[in-house]
C-alpha cells in the first residue's frame, strides 16, 4: 500500500497600488471543473488532471495507490 501526499504550491497575486481589485481585473473560465476527494479514495490506475481544472482533496482524506509494475526491464 502506498499513501500519496500531494502540496500545492503557495503563491500570491499582486495587489493594485489602491489594494483593491477592479471588474477589469478579474478573469472567469467556464471550461473549468472540479473534483473533491474524501474520505478514502483507492486508485487503481492512472489519474490525469487537466490543466484548467482543480482537484481538491478534503483533510484526512486517504488516498490509497495500487502497486506500479511496469512491463520495461
Do not use: F, H
Not at 473549468?32 to 482533496?57: A, N
Request: proline residues 4%.
Amino acid at each position: 500500500m502506498s499513501i500519496i501526499m500531494l502540496a500545492l504550491p503557495l503563491t500570491s497575486l499582486p495587489m493594485s497600488n489602491d489594494n483593491q481589485m477592479k471588474y477589469s481585473d478579474i478573469s472567469t473560465s467556464s471550461a473549468k471543473s472540479q473534483t473533491t476527494w474524501s474520505g478514502v479514495v483507492e486508485l487503481t490506475g492512472s489519474y490525469t488532471i487537466d490543466i484548467s481544472d482543480e482537484l481538491v482533496i478534503a483533510p484526512c482524506t486517504l488516498v490509497k495507490a495500487a502497486k506500479y509494475r511496469s512491463n520495461l526491464r
